[in-house]
């Protein structure tokens, strides 16, 4: 009988052990694969390649879509207005004149003049490099050609001695750039030679650059002029901008694809609600030009 016991007991012990080390030995295997699964997951070799390999395509496209194509240019100042505002966002359409070393980032591409050239017309709005500093480009209407001349007196424009037909709007009242003043200004409708319209602002005839010497445009050169007109350096200004050459033409300005009132930036999209300027969104910029029997008197 007691042997019986004694065997009872034995088994009953080893059953204990068994389920005791069988938990420990769950217990351990449950602590490694918590702390594998805490443990970062490292990319393979192959998948690390592909994702360098598809983020340099990317790059790659977009520097050739922005180069060749079309480029976002937005409005810093208000040279332009009321064509243009603070805020606008444009893309800059690059084949419509061909393409100059300074169509491309940095003025790279190893290119003399231009190729596939093809002129700009009287009142296109277009971006060109500065010529007095060339890393920095500037976007203004086209006013005078090659060969024209061009003189501002008493604040009405003439081209080829031919005084520029102009019709008063109204007048307005627009927030200055920086300070944040009111500023009354009378707005024009302006014709242009072949008969580009467009609306001008004025302050007055009789601004710092209402009246300035005769220009004469040379060959392969442009006379650009901002749509603000007491409130834009241009080719008006000799010593800072002056005649833009051919080659130096990045671009004509196509149309808005994004507009904001300067309370957000294009980042911040939590913003756009309340900045966006709706009505401004996908606006064309090429400016309306009449047939000639269409043309205000002077």
């Known amino acids: 009988m007691y042997q019986h016991i004694l065997r009872w007991c034995f088994e009953w012990f080893s059953c204990k052990s068994g389920d005791m080390s069988e938990k420990v ?11 594998d699964e805490k443990k970062p997951v490292l990319l393979d070799k192959n998948e690390l390649s592909e994702f360098v390999k598809t983020a340099l395509v990317a790059v790659f496209i977009a520097l050739i879509i922005r180069s060749v194509f079309f480029e976002p240019f937005n409005i810093p100042s208000g040279s332009m207005k009321p064509t243009l505002l603070v ?15 300074y169509s491309f980032p940095f003025g790279i591409a ?24 060339l890393g920095i480009d500037y976007i203004k209407r086209v006013v005078g050609l090659p060969g024209d001349t061009i003189q501002v007196r008493r604040g009405r424009l003439f081209i080829n001695d031919n005084i520029v037909p102009r019709e008063l709007v109204g007048t307005k009242e627009i927030i200055e750039d920086g300070s944040g003043r009111e500023k009354k200004v009378n707005e024009y409708i302006e014709t242009l030679p072949g008969g580009t319209v467009h609306r001008i602002y004025e302050v007055s005839d009789m601004e710092r650059l209402d009246n300035t010497q005769v220009y004469t445009v040379p060959d392969d050169h442009y006379f650009m002029m901002g ?21 130096n033409i990045i671009g004509r300005a196509d149309f808005l694809f994004f507009s904001t009132n300067s309370y957000a930036h294009l980042i911040e999209i939590w913003k756009w609600p ?12 090429d400016p309306v030009r009449l047939k000639v029997s ?4 002077k």
């Open 274 to 285: 309340w900045s966006i300027r709706y009505d401004r969104l996908f606006m064309d910029i």
């Open 87 to 101: 805020g606008d966002y444009l893309f800059v359409n690059k084949p419509a004149y061909g393409y100059s070393k």
């Open 227 to 247: 749509d603000n007109r007491d409130n834009s350096q241009d080719s008006r200004v000799l010593d800072h901008v002056g005649y833009v050459p051919f080659e």
């Open 294 to 297: 269409d043309m205000p008197d």
């Open 25 to 35: 030995e769950n217990s351990i295997d449950k602590a490694e694969q918590e702390e």
């Open 110 to 133: 190893p290119i003399e003049k231009r190729v596939w050239a093809k002129e700009p017309q009287r009142g296109d709005v277009i971006v060109f490099a500065l010529p007095t500093d």
